[in-house]
Structures are given as C-alpha cells and as structure tokens.
C-alpha cells in the first residue's frame, strides 16, 4: 500500500542523540501508568476515531477502507482518552485541550509485518495524535508499543517512510534507533521524496530490556 507520508538517509539533519530507552514521561507497551492514555489493539468501533485524526493531521489521508483493511495488522493499536485522567492533568495544568469521551482515540499506529524466509519485516505504516494530544509522549508511546508488538510477532527488523520535510516524526524516529537507510524521490502523491528509516528490533528490544532492568 502506498504511504501518505513517512522519509529518511544520511540527508536527515540528524542530531544523532542515540536511542533513548527509557524516558522521564515513561513510555512504551505495558507501563500504563494511572494517568496515561490506555493503549491497547484497534478494534472496528474505533475506525471512525481514528479517520478522524487522520483526516486532521495528513494533507493526503488515507481512505477509510485502508485501516479497515489492516485491523488484523499485530502493530494497528489505538490511545483511548480517559475523560477523568484529562480532568486530573487539568487540575496539574496539564490537560488536553479539546474534550475527551470515554473511549475517544486521541491516536493510533498502525504497524504490520510481512514474512521473509525467516528474517520477518516489520512496518510502520502509519502513526498520529490528535492534534490537541501531541507533544505530550503519547505518539512515543504508541510507537514503542507497536515496536513492543511487531517484535511478539517475530519481525527483526522494522522499517517505515517518513516525508522529507516531516522533522518532527524523524527526531522521534532517531530518538528510538531508527536509521536513515535511503531515500525515494517524489514518494508521495505531491511530489515530495520520502525517507526509509530502519530499525534493528532485536537490538531495540535488548535496549529496552537493559533499560527497564
Ligand atoms: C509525529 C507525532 C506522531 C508525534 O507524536 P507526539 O505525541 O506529538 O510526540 P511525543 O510527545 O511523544 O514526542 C516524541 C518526540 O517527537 C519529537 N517531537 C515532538 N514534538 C515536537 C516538536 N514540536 N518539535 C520537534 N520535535 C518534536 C521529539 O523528538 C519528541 O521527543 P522529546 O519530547 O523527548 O524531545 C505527532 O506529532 C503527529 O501526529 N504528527 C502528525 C502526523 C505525523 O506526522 N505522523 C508521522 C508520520 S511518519
């Protein structure tokens, strides 16, 4: 399926700050703590939500019948809002500022893996937060949880595209170990070139697990 966004290579103004494996907002698969988003497997109800982010945050959304399609996929994982945890961030100052039913997505990935005579691929297809959630660690969080997954699923290494201008997707990309492997000229719909980054999962899940012991 062709991308609507994603890119990477040496041409990436990279600040190489190494992998981060732990972080002071916490993050990834299965350290929910009490105010934290819940992340958890995308599910049909969810797919309005989560077009309606899409919608939101990409100039070229994909259609609807495309995550229909991937809700099988291991790594197509969902945040659902918790109307009481936002109420508490605002009493901290921290709220999100739109209004959050129970249940609402506030972000998704969508990572998926493809067999490869033993050495399976893993893909990261897709990642956003809504936009009145993002810069808080929950697009981290959904990343490292589909990361978490698609390693469960027996992938080896992960890859994805990111676009060429999208540098915020890229420092988080960096951030996680993701390396620019090359990029594709006029990958999108608009002409703009795409980064591939990919990441080494074996050596990510080592990372991790050192980091957490
Ligand atoms: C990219 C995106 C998913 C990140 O989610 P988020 O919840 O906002 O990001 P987080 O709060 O978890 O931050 C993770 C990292 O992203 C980068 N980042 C986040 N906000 C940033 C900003 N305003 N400027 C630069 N980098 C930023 C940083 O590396 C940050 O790590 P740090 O806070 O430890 O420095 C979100 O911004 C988004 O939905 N963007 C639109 C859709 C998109 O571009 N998706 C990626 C397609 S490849």
Do not use: C
Request: no cysteine; hydrophobic share 40%; glycine share 12%.
């Amino acid at each position: 399926m062709p991308l609507h966004r994603s890119s990477a290579s040496s041409l990436i103004p990279t600040t190489s700050k190494g992998r981060v494996v732990t972080t002071s907002r916490g993050a990834a698969a299965g350290d929910d703590e009490t105010d934290e988003p819940r992340i958890r497997p995308a599910g049909r109800a969810d797919l309005l939500g989560v077009f309606r982010i899409e919608k939101a945050v990409f100039a070229q959304p994909w259609p609807y019948a495309a995550f229909e399609g991937l809700l099988d996929a291991p790594g197509f994982l969902v945040a659902e809002g918790d109307p009481d945890a936002g109420a508490r961030a605002a009493a901290g100052g921290d709220a999100i500022d739109g209004a959050i039913d129970a249940g609402d997505v506030i972000g998704y990935v969508v990572g998926d893996v493809t067999p490869n005579h033993g050495q399976d691929i893993g893909h990261i297809k897709d990642l956003a937060v809504r936009p009145d959630a993002q810069g808080r660690g929950l697009g981290r969080r959904l990343l490292r949880a589909s990361l978490s997954e698609l390693a469960a699923a027996g992938a080896s290494v992960v890859k994805l595209e990111v676009r060429e201008s999208n540098h915020r997707a890229q420092d988080l990309y960096d951030d996680e170990g993701f390396r620019p492997a090359r990029r594709i000229p006029r990958y999108y719909g608009d002409g703009e070139s795409a980064f591939v980054m990919r990441l080494d999962l074996g050596e990510w899940v080592r990372e991790r697990n050192a980091g957490e012991s």
